[in-house]
Every structure is written in structure tokens, then in C-alpha cells.
């Protein structure tokens, strides 16, 4: 495979590169600069090679949306998410995803992904040029940290997750278990089982019956209609009074 990319230590202590998006946002165009996106602030970037493409919408984006308070906790002004795709099909993914913590970024024409020395040729896929799947850590302009996937064949993922960058700025960081809860709108024990989970600093993703999910479907998954129901890698805890019991373990 052959792959021409920067490396760390190449681009580790420089500037990003000083380009302007061309983006939409609602029906107007709007330019934003590198120094919109990072002057005075602390960053952290991840790249991806599309929109709407396995990994990136099964893992990559998803993971640093759901640990985005964790790294706004640790001085974290922004998450951005820079793919060379148009600013519709961003904006489209965006949504998809609910990704309401990412800013993402639309490198249409590539130049930002070339000026980091990330832009490579996916012709044998039909995408043309994208660009190479990596993260950083940027501070007033200023690249800190790198984390670029080895060069190798397929779509490797295993630096650039978002696991690895809060380690990087965290070491003493632990992730938590995946929770998800099941509510209904105007439940007050729902809110009561969110706000514990806020407490103690627990992303979830919020499952709302009559909206996101039927009763029908609810029961015949967990056998219950009842809510909030509240689950933690993967393990059924109850409502917001065992929460409360499980956190008192």
C-alpha cells in the first residue's frame, strides 16, 4: 500500500493549516476560518476518511459525542470533526448521527486535510482524495499532540479514537460503562434518574417512548413498560431508586 502522509513529529509543535470552509448553516453561506475554529481555544480534532461511512458513523463520531462532557471537564473547548465531504452531506450527517456535541467541518475541496500533509488517493474505492483517518490536540493554533492510524491496508482505527485522546490529556481518566435509559416525556422519575447519572459524570443516550421508541417495542425487548428504565454496559440496573442503589455500592 502506498501511502504518502506527515508524521508526528513532523507536524507536532506547528500551526494547522490557515484555510476558510465554506459552510451552510441554515439557508445562508457561512466562512469560517482556522482561526474561528481554533484561535485562543483548546481543541481536539479528529479526521475521517467520509460521511455516512462504516466506522466513522458507527464509532469514531459517536464515541467522542457521547464522552464530550469528559473532555469539556478537561479544558476541552471544542470537539471538531473534519472530513472531506461538501458542508450538505456534513450537515446531513450531523443530524443523522444527533451528534449535537461535534462541530464538523466540511474539507470539500481538500485543502486543509493537504496543507496537514493527511491528504491521500482512495480512487480504488471511488472516493478520490480523502483524507487519512488521525486526531489531534490543538491549543491557539497550535498542534500539541498527533495521533495518526498506521499505514496499512483497509480503514485501520486504532490511535485515533476518542478513548486514546482523553488518556492522552487525562492519564488518570477511566471510561465509564455505555448507558442508555429508556423515559417518558414529563416523568419525574426520569429526570431524577438523569440528573444522578450527570452527578456522577455518566454520558447516556436517552431513549424516549412515543418518540424514539414504541411501548409495544419497549416491553418486548426489556419485558417492562415501566419508566425510566436504565441500563449500564449492557446490564438491566432498574429505575431512578436502583440507580440510586447501585451507585451506593
Same mark, same amino acid.
Given at each position: 500500500?502506498?501511502?504518502q502522509?506527515?508524521t508526528a513529529a513532523e507536524?507536532?509543535g506547528?500551526?494547522?493549516?490557515?484555510v476558510?470552509f465554506?459552510?451552510? $448553516?441554515?439557508?445562508?453561506?457561512?466562512?469560517?476560518s482556522? &482561526?474561528d475554529l481554533?484561535? =485562543?481555544?483548546t481543541?481536539?480534532?479528529f479526521?475521517?476518511?467520509?460521511?455516512?461511512?462504516p466506522?466513522?458513523s458507527s464509532?469514531?463520531l459517536?464515541?467522542y459525542?457521547?464522552?464530550a462532557s469528559e473532555?469539556?471537564?478537561? =479544558?476541552?473547548?471544542? @470537539?471538531?470533526?473534519?472530513s472531506?465531504?461538501?458542508?450538505f452531506?456534513?450537515?446531513a450527517w450531523?443530524?443523522d448521527?444527533e451528534?449535537?456535541n461535534i462541530?464538523?467541518?466540511? &474539507?470539500?475541496?481538500?485543502e486543509?486535510?493537504?496543507?496537514?500533509g493527511?491528504?491521500v !488517493?482512495k480512487?480504488?474505492?471511488?472516493?478520490?482524495?480523502? !483524507?487519512?483517518?488521525?486526531?489531534m490536540?490543538v491549543?491557539d493554533?497550535?498542534?500539541?499532540?498527533m495521533? @495518526?492510524e498506521?499505514v496499512?491496508?483497509g480503514d485501520?482505527?486504532?490511535v485515533s479514537?476518542?478513548?486514546?485522546?482523553?488518556k492522552?490529556?487525562? +492519564?488518570?481518566?477511566t471510561?465509564?460503562? !455505555?448507558?442508555?435509559?429508556?423515559?417518558? +416525556?414529563?416523568c419525574p422519575?426520569?429526570?431524577?434518574?438523569?440528573?444522578l447519572?450527570?452527578e456522577k459524570g455518566?454520558?447516556?443516550?436517552? @431513549?424516549?417512548?412515543g418518540?424514539?421508541a414504541?411501548?409495544?417495542s419497549?416491553r418486548?425487548i426489556?419485558? $417492562?413498560?415501566t419508566a425510566?428504565?436504565v441500563?449500564i454496559?449492557?446490564?438491566? @440496573?432498574?429505575?431512578?431508586d436502583?440507580?440510586?442503589?447501585y451507585?451506593?455500592?
Amino acid at each position: 500500500m502506498s501511502v504518502q502522509i506527515k508524521t508526528a513529529a513532523e507536524l507536532e509543535g506547528k500551526k494547522v493549516p490557515s484555510v476558510v470552509f465554506h459552510t451552510r $448553516k441554515d439557508d445562508a453561506w457561512v466562512d469560517v476560518s482556522t &482561526d474561528d475554529l481554533f484561535k =485562543g481555544k483548546t481543541v481536539a480534532v479528529f479526521s475521517l476518511p467520509g460521511a455516512f461511512t462504516p466506522t466513522c458513523s458507527s464509532t469514531h463520531l459517536p464515541r467522542y459525542n457521547e464522552l464530550a462532557s469528559e473532555f469539556k471537564k478537561r =479544558g476541552v473547548d471544542d @470537539i471538531v470533526c473534519v472530513s472531506v465531504n461538501d458542508t450538505f452531506v456534513m450537515n446531513a450527517w450531523l443530524a443523522d448521527q444527533e451528534a449535537e456535541n461535534i462541530t464538523v467541518v466540511p &474539507d470539500g475541496n481538500g485543502e486543509f486535510s493537504k496543507g496537514m500533509g493527511m491528504l491521500v !488517493s482512495k480512487e480504488q474505492l471511488g472516493f478520490g482524495d480523502r !483524507s487519512w483517518r488521525y486526531s489531534m490536540l490543538v491549543k491557539d493554533g497550535v498542534i500539541e499532540k498527533m495521533f @495518526i492510524e498506521p499505514v496499512k491496508d483497509g480503514d485501520p482505527f486504532e490511535v485515533s479514537d476518542a478513548d486514546t485522546m482523553l488518556k492522552h490529556i487525562d +492519564p488518570t481518566w477511566t471510561p465509564h460503562e !455505555s448507558v442508555a435509559i429508556i423515559t417518558k +416525556p414529563g416523568c419525574p422519575f426520569c429526570a431524577k434518574a438523569k440528573a444522578l447519572l450527570k452527578e456522577k459524570g455518566y454520558a447516556f443516550e436517552e @431513549i424516549v417512548l412515543g418518540r424514539d421508541a414504541s411501548i409495544t417495542s419497549v416491553r418486548a425487548i426489556t419485558g $417492562k413498560a415501566t419508566a425510566p428504565q436504565v441500563f449500564i454496559g449492557g446490564q438491566y @440496573i432498574g429505575g431512578s431508586d436502583d440507580l440510586e442503589k447501585y451507585f451506593a455500592k
